[in-house]
């Protein structure tokens, strides 16, 4: 028996995260300035909190699915990756200058293609899961 909220929001989670590796690749000329603009500010993009409290709200929701509904494998793993990952990067990055510093100096167009095929590779497992949710 599958979740199909876990199912749909694996796949979803694999395109964005796939085409935000290509759209990286291709655009890895520019990633230096767009990655210096996100974290390198004294302050995030107007946009950052709300497509942040989003997010959160929307890994909520997943998280919950998996628990009232069919218990997969994946959903299990789902579920760890939302519940430990998401904490995790929010406090190295979100809520943690030195992170966000270290990200802000990222650069050279064979940083962001290495960056863009983990992602890549990435949306290939998220779709693995999505089929076996």
Same mark, same amino acid.
Request: aromatic share 18%; proline share 0%.
């Given at each position: 028996m599958e979740n199909v909220v876990v199912a749909t929001f694996l796949?979803? %989670? %694999?395109?964005? $995260?796939?085409?935000?590796? @290509? &759209?990286i690749i291709i655009l890895r000329k520019y990633m230096d300035r767009v990655v210096a603009y996100v974290y390198g500010s004294e302050h995030f993009p107007f946009w950052f909190w709300p497509a942040s409290l989003g997010l959160a709200v929307m890994f909520t929701y997943v998280v919950y699915a998996h628990f009232v509904g069919p218990h997969t494998w994946a959903g299990w793993v789902t579920a760890a990756m939302v519940g430990l990952g998401m904490p995790v990067?929010?406090?190295? $990055? $979100?809520?943690n200058r030195n992170g966000r510093d270290f990200l802000a100096k990222m650069?050279?167009?064979?940083? @962001? &293609? %290495?960056v863009g095929l983990i992602r890549i590779a990435f949306g290939g497992f998220l779709y693995w899961l999505a089929m076996n949710a």
């Open positions: 796949y979803i %989670a %694999a395109i964005a $995260v796939t085409l935000s590796g @290509f &759209v990067q929010w406090a190295s $990055v $979100v809520f650069h050279g167009e064979l940083t @962001f &293609v %290495a």
